[in-house]
């Protein structure tokens, strides 16, 4: 028989690694069919890498240590959830593939409440009728904003083509090239515009557009002038954007609603707090837009969701629409968000108790300090195994928000040898919790901007563990 064959023949049966007690634990908190299916899906990954290795590559005998281990994991791994926290040590603040902004332990009791009982979410206590799940934000966000009217939906792109459908389908709308653009690879604003039936027509150049390059693109078909706040990149140098007043002016003149698409959507002045200026909803309203779009979950620090703030008539027809229907929140987002809309009736209330704003505001000189500490620790407890500096950082606040603010922050350079800077980052997302690290010149960096005040200890622990797994040793001290 040849050396592949003996080695088939040589994996334990389904049904013995179903009663083997090396799998005992790893199996207990999983029902049988799942530990079956994990076991045989395991074992045909062997065997499939086996019958793809060159003859010579084959070892004499099955490695039984590295076939348990391997499904020892795999069995933990099933019996983890999917979704799950990671330590965001990247420095990008709103990083939307790590689910944006955390959310205020201000929301928490809320939410429970919410999520283990009955609530008003449609019922009106005074009346005893059916009510809106709407009103439980409007009057905050009027209170907050000095809006007429607010809508709240799925998310921000949710809301953008809402607007379109409601308020321009079938007709044109006019939009600057400069702003025609993709957040994040799932959302352009061509493609929306498509979906909602609304015509595109765009005007001026990438670089400059005039009042009057909208005004010559005007016509009887024309239902809306859109800007949009182009988020993740800035256009530099020869530029020209219209002024939202002079959109605004126009629209009057000719009967047009003038939509802005913010985007992030910060409620608060951040340049009191030293970050270049984003401009607020207020100023947007004030401004005299129709209609303001923004996010839940970028600088706002709430949950996802997409809030349509502006004239009682614009917003009165989009509740009106159908589709309204289909992008509404549910209780638990609804609840969240009025939990973190309270926050905002008291400034520096929602600076501490956001996170994400209280990341954005933090003095790198807290950061250094935090730095020192984090990295004299983990030098006390894995000096012998790891070297770790404090460097020098520029953090972001991302989500497509002020994409040209830097924050000044501070990480540690870590290296963990023999391991290559890419080894020790893919060695880091698979700790339990993963950790997320930037590399950059060949370096591990860890941000301290974006990590929350639990993730230090977590961090420390799940570093001692990756190398107590290196180096097998039973003596580092957790
Ligand atoms: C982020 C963003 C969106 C999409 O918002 P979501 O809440 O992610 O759906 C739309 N427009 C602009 C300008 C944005 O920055």
Same mark, same amino acid.
């Given at each position: 028989m040849d050396r592949l064959s003996q080695l088939l023949r040589q994996l334990p049966a389904v049904d013995e690694l179903l009663r083997h007690p090396r799998l005992a634990a790893a199996r207990a908190p999983l029902p049988r069919s799942l530990v079956a299916a994990v076991v045989r899906r395991t074992l045909e990954g062997v065997r499939q890498r086996l019958k793809a290795a060159a003859p010579e590559d084959?070892?004499?005998?099955? %490695?039984e240590e590295a076939l348990f281990g391997e499904l020892g994991q795999a069995l933990e791994a099933a019996a983890r959830p999917s979704l799950k926290r990671v330590i965001n040590?990247?420095?990008?603040?709103?990083?939307t593939n790590l689910g944006r902004s955390p959310l205020s332990t201000e929301c928490i009791r809320p939410l429970m409440e919410a999520a283990l009982h009955y609530t008003n979410?449609?019922?009106d206590l005074a009346r005893g009728a059916r009510g809106s799940r709407q009103d439980h934000l409007e009057g905050l966000l009027r209170e907050l904003t000095g809006a007429e009217a607010a809508l709240a939906v799925n998310n921000n792109a949710a809301a953008v083509l809402l607007a379109l459908h409601t308020l321009a389908r079938g007709k044109e709308v006019i939009i600057s090239r400069g702003q025609l653009v993709e957040i994040g690879g799932s959302f352009r604003m061509p493609e929306i515009m498509e979906v909602s039936g609304a015509i595109l027509r765009e005007v001026g150049t990438t670089n400059k557009t005039h009042l009057h390059d909208y005004e010559q693109a005007i016509t009887s078909e024309t239902a809306m002038l859109l800007k949009v706040h182009p988020s993740n990149f800035r256009i530099l140098g020869f530029t020209k954007e219209v002024p939202l007043p002079e959109l605004v002016e126009l629209g009057r003149r000719y009967g047009l609603v003038v939509v802005e %698409?913010?985007?992030?959507?910060?409620?608060? %002045?951040?340049s009191r707090h030293g970050i270049e200026k984003e401009p607020t909803v207020q100023e947007t309203l004030k401004a005299g837009a129709d209609l303001v779009l923004f996010s839940g %979950?970028?600088?706002?620090?709430?949950?996802?969701a997409g809030l349509a703030l502006g004239s009682r008539d614009a917003v009165g027809r989009m509740r009106a629409n159908p589709l309204t229907r289909a992008l509404r929140p549910d209780k638990l987002t609804l609840t969240v968000m009025e939990a973190t809309l309270r926050l905002y009736l008291d400034e520096p209330k929602a600076v501490a108790a956001i996170p994400t704003l209280g990341m954005i505001t933090r003095p790198v000189a807290d950061l250094e300090r935090q730095a020192q500490t984090l990295a004299r620790k983990l030098r006390r407890r894995l000096g012998e195994w790891i070297e770790v500096k404090v460097v020098p950082s520029q953090a972001q606040v991302g989500g497509g928000s002020l994409p040209l603010a830097s924050l000044p922050s501070r990480a540690l350079a870590l290296r963990v040898p023999p391991l290559a800077a890419h080894q020790l980052e893919a060695r880091l997302r698979q700790a339990q919790p993963p950790v997320i690290a930037r590399v950059e010149h060949d370096t591990v960096l860890l941000d301290l901007r974006t990590l929350l005040p639990e993730d230090q200890i977590e961090l420390a622990a799940a570093l001692g563990r990756l190398v107590a797994q290196m180096q097998g040793a039973g003596n580092i001290r957790e």
């Open positions: 084959l070892p004499p005998r099955l %490695d040590a990247t420095g990008v603040i709103i990083h979410l449609e019922y %698409d913010l985007g992030s959507g910060c409620l608060l %002045d951040l %979950d970028k600088l706002l620090g709430g949950p996802q």
